[in-house]
């Protein structure tokens, strides 16, 4: 993906990323409690941001992979850096792509989480059919996003219901939760992939 410019790129980019990696942590923990890999599972985190989902992975993941996509190069580079010694052991692999398209074979995972990323999937309805396509058969899938920054966009109840809708039609069920976090409430789509 050369030469892509986010919003997360750049000096803002490098200010957003330490900021992300403490505050976004609490909500990555969360997010990998609610997947509740298996130590062999193969897991992937769309929007990585700066690498700290990636470490919990890694940590719950003894006999597994975790593998990740983020558009941004700055975030690519800092979840580099922060995982460094998981990816020189080969459990890691993370790649500059968007959740459009995600770069790993049909029914690659048993597992994909994404936090505070898909309210940025433009549109969303792309990103999550990638996801549908690399879960296997009965995989889990979680999405966990802060509200606000949903409704910078539009009403929660809409979002929530394109979310769910898209899934469904891809043969995912889901349920829907929120809990609170340091930086705010969070909106949680869990969802489980037919066998």
């Not at 990103?127 to 995989?139: K, N, S």
Request: glycine content about 10%.
């Amino acid at each position: 993906m050369p030469n892509v410019v986010t919003p997360f790129d750049g000096r803002w980019g490098r200010a957003t990323a330490r900021v992300m990696a403490t505050m976004n942590r609490d909500m990555e923990r969360a997010a990998v409690e609610i997947l509740d890999p298996a130590p062999s599972a193969d897991v992937l985190t769309v929007g990585f941001g700066p690498g700290v989902g990636v470490e919990e992975l890694v940590r719950r993941l003894s006999r597994g992979r975790v593998a990740g996509v983020d558009p941004s190069t700055v975030m690519v580079t800092h979840a580099c850096r922060r995982n460094q010694d998981a990816i020189a052991a080969g459990q890691v692999t993370l790649r500059q792509a968007g959740a459009e398209s995600i770069p790993w074979p049909d029914a690659s995972f048993d597992g994909v989480v994404a936090v505070n990323s898909a309210q940025l999937w433009d549109p969303v309805a792309v990103g999550l059919g990638e996801v549908a396509r690399v879960l296997r058969p009965g995989g889990s899938a979680v999405v966990l996003t802060h509200r606000w920054a949903i409704e910078r966009a539009q009403p929660t109840d809409r979002w929530i219901a394109v979310v769910t809708d898209v899934l469904a039609h891809h043969g995912i069920v889901t349920t829907v939760s929120t809990r609170r976090f340091r930086s705010g409430q969070g909106i949680i789509i869990a969802g489980s992939a037919r066998e």
